[in-house]
């Protein structure tokens, strides 16, 4: 306990910064789930094939040895870029693992099934390092970049710390600004697209009611895809912060980074959009309290253990849905 | 005729909702179609609208064939919608839904839309006193014109209206049925699905009598109000 109270600053801040990256990705999680009722489990795959477009283009790009504004350069194309891979890996999901089911007029039940298989498929094809090499004869060409998929991919670049302001007794980075005023950047202008342009209006229609939605005009498949790259740009910031703050992935990381962020999209009221903001911050500083209080090795206990309890006493959520059937 | 079904038939599920259906809507007219419960009417207009598939059959729509447009491009034709149970999106303002009414349309500026907002707060002034409210927590008869105004704002050659005295007030059924007359008074062909057959049968040209998925009779509003069999099932003797 005397160890939050040492620390309480630095924890909260770096928790914030934690959940700023949870939120991004809970976003995908949230406005799929409004539009199609259905929890898109592949999500977790879209954020970390952007982690590794991060790290191609900073290879790419011949980052090392980069200094000055020039490295702030770099990580803007390499976030350009993570967004159009995360995006393209959501659109590709939509087309193939679900479009045809929904179409089809399959239950929910299959197309989180084939969530969860397109999501396996995904990582072990970006961890299949050996055969995929082999097998298309690029050993040598490829092997920097690729042969070490199964293992850490760390960045060749790193944004330097920079101690900016004090808050308390920590000193805040450059790094935890970045992470934190980029990601409530990306969320308010989603959630103004969502509330004010005639696009987002369309995904609110579909999400409070598909039938009537067709009436107006609303051509669903659009504003299913237009969720799935929404969902897939959001999810390449979220890699893109997520590089900078912890500089390295692997082909698994998407993994409990996308249960955490589905946990803080539950969290918030699955569907609402602000929810999926407070879910994620108040997980990253919870995750944070938490491990200060009783060690880090039981970071995720915490985590899970309070959307048990939230859920417990608000089975909605903190926030309630918003994009779906309740009030906006 | 503005729209011809010709021998329609639609399964819901292994079903057969209706069954053959044939009869025209004359443009500038009121239209409607009566019946109990369950005997096909709002699935005859739902697949009208592209909500439901055909089985066998024709719909046209200005002498062409829709079979094969989807629903939401069938707005852009002219045919527009007042859903059964409303509706209406309920996390949206009025303004929005009935925004949300010109959604298809081509000109969508706000000058462009300004004489249908207006229109349409002309024939429900309680939408505007409202305007601002999120439709969700209005009252059943409130969220009925929203749902019949936003089918409006879509400028639309016919509107099709589905049930829309279900669950009013007496006082608030008289109401809308003058409102229906006004809309048709303006140009718009009106097709209806009522259950309550003495109130369309008086408003309506032509009317028909579905009973379990046929159409069992058919006139003009006043022959199937006078006729005997009409009155003993569905006009209370």
Same mark, same amino acid.
């Given at each position: ?83 159009? =891979? ?46 995929? =090499? ?59 697209? !969502? ?18 939605? *067709? ?23 979220? *890699? ?44 990253? !500083? ?6 200060? !209080? ?35 | ?8 038939? #639609? ?47 024709? #719909? ?8 094969? #447009? ?25 303004? /929005? ?134 009155? /003993? ?5």
């Amino acid at each position: 306990m005397q160890f939050l109270f040492d620390n309480f600053f630095a924890l909260t801040i770096s928790g914030l910064a934690l959940g700023a990256v949870y939120a991004l990705i809970a976003l995908g999680y949230t406005m799929v789930y409004g539009v199609l009722q259905f929890i898109n489990f592949a999500h977790s795959e879209v954020f970390m094939y952007g982690t590794f477009a991060v790290v191609w283009v900073l290879y790419f790009m011949g980052a090392s040895g980069t200094t000055g504004p020039a490295v702030y350069g770099k990580f803007a194309i390499a976030l350009l870029v993570a967004m159009a =891979v995360s995006a393209s890996v959501a659109l590709l999901l939509e087309r193939v693992a679900y479009r045809p089911l929904i179409r089809r007029g399959a239950p929910r039940l299959i197309a989180l099934i084939s969530a969860i298989g397109a999501s396996f498929m995904l990582a072990e094809a970006m961890g299949l390092r050996d055969r995929l =090499v082999g097998f298309v004869g690029l050993d040598d060409e490829l092997a920097p970049y690729v042969a070490r998929a199964r293992d850490t991919r760390g960045l060749p670049l790193e944004i330097p710390r920079v101690g900016l302001f004090t808050i308390g007794d920590y000193r805040v980075t450059n790094i935890d600004v970045i992470v934190i005023l980029s990601a409530l950047l990306m969320m308010v202008l989603l959630d103004q697209f !969502v509330r004010r342009s005639r696009l987002g209006r369309g995904i609110r229609a579909v999400a409070q009611d598909p039938e009537s939605a *067709a009436l107006m005009g609303v051509n669903s498949t659009r504003v299913v895809q237009l969720t799935f790259l929404l969902g897939g740009i959001m999810a390449g910031a979220a *890699a893109t912060l997520y590089m900078v703050r912890i500089g390295a992935t692997r082909f698994d990381a998407g993994f409990l980074m996308g249960v955490k962020a589905f946990t803080a999209a539950v969290m918030g009221g699955i569907g609402n959009l602000r929810g999926a903001l407070l879910g994620g911050f108040v997980l990253g !500083v919870a995750e944070n309290w938490g491990s200060a !209080v009783i060690g880090t090795e039981w970071k995720d206990v915490v985590a899970f253990a309070l959307l048990v309890l939230i859920l417990l006493f608000r089975p909605t959520g903190l926030l309630g849905e918003s994009l779906g059937k309740a009030r906006a | 005729m503005l729209l011809e079904v010709e021998d329609l038939s #639609v399964n819901y599920g292994h079903i057969e909702a209706i069954r053959g259906l044939t009869f025209g809507v004359e443009e500038g007219s009121i239209a409607t179609l009566i019946g109990a419960n369950g005997a096909g009417k709002s699935t005859t207009l739902k697949t009208i609208s592209g909500l439901r598939k055909i089985r066998t059959g024709r #719909v046209l729509f200005d002498g062409k064939d829709i079979a094969k #447009v989807p629903a939401h491009e069938r707005v852009q034709l002219g045919i527009s919608q007042s859903p059964e149970g409303r509706g209406v999106f309920p996390g949206m303002t009025v303004r /929005e839904n009935l925004d949300m009414g010109a959604y298809a349309r081509k000109d969508r500026s706000s000058a462009a839309l300004k004489p249908d907002f207006d229109r349409v707060l002309e024939l429900f002034p309680r939408l505007s006193e409202r305007i601002n409210q999120v439709a969700g927590t209005m009252s059943g008869g409130e969220q009925q014109m929203l749902a019949m105004g936003r089918a409006l704002m879509a400028r639309p050659r016919l509107v099709l209206l589905d049930e829309p005295s279900m669950g009013l007030a007496p006082k608030l059924i008289q109401q809308i049925f003058e409102i229906i007359k006004e809309i048709n008074a303006q140009g718009t062909t009106v097709l209806l699905v009522e259950q309550n057959a003495a109130q369309a049968l008086r408003l309506a040209d032509t009317a028909h009598l579905l009973e379990t998925g046929e159409i069992v009779r058919s006139g003009t509003g006043h022959e199937l109000a006078t006729d005997s069999s009409v009155r /003993e099932a569905y006009l209370g003797g």
